[in-house]
Structures are given as C-alpha cells and as structure tokens.
C-alpha cells in the first residue's frame, strides 16, 4: 500500500513537500504522477537505483528522494506554478526503461493528494 500527503493551498511561487509512505519495499522503482481536471495522468518524477528522472515542467523546480530506512518517498516542490494544480499520485513498480516515466509502467498506486496553485 501506498499512502500520499502532504498537499493543500499555495500561492504561486510557493513550496509543499508531498510524502508516500510505503507499507513494504518490493518495488525498484518509485514514482509522482499528477492528474489535473479534464486532462490525462502524466509523469512528474521517479526514483530508481539511486537515479532520479523529471519531467520537462518540474525540472529544475521538483526534487524527488526516497529514504529507504523509513520506505517513504518525497516530492519537493518548489516555485510552484498554478499550472500545477492536480491530483499528485505516488507510484511503485518495476518498469524497464522505456515506461519510467508512464503510468503504465508501475503497478502500485496511493489514493493522491490535492494540491492547489493559487495565481
């Protein structure tokens, strides 16, 4: 099971930290999702051997890390834009290579969290 928190409402150029506590550690890889009104689940960041991929939008503003010795993942995030807004989902799995950055490629998903941009 995978358990998120950690969103609310923030002003544009503000900053939130998001939590995924993971009741057991099977997976390789871990990752953060969004899903914003009317649009479609997309990849924001994962974590995978000590290797950590963004996407283009988050680059340079998100940071994602994982401490294993508590088995909870965070995500970061920094500079926060109203384009932002969405549902985040956390995400364990064993994708190979060409699905760490698609939902299809993780297996577990936490139920999300809210998180609001405010302009």
């Known amino acids: 099971q995978l358990q998120a928190s950690g969103g609310g409402l923030v002003q544009a150029g503000g900053s939130l930290r998001l939590t995924c506590v993971a009741s057991?550690?099977?997976?390789?890889?871990y990752g953060w999702f969004r899903q914003a009104p009317g649009k479609e689940r997309e990849f924001v960041a994962a974590?995978?051997?000590?290797?950590?991929i963004y996407s283009q939008s988050v680059k340079g503003r998100f940071t994602i890390s994982r401490d294993n010795a508590r088995n909870t993942l965070y995500l970061e995030m920094n500079t926060l834009k109203p384009e932002d807004t969405a549902v985040y989902f956390c995400a364990a799995g064993n994708p190979i290579l060409t699905t760490r950055d698609t939902p299809g490629g993780y297996r577990l998903w936490g139920k999300g969290t809210l998180v609001t941009v405010s302009s």
């Open positions: 057991e550690r099977t997976y390789r890889s």
């Open positions: 974590v995978f051997s000590g290797n950590r």
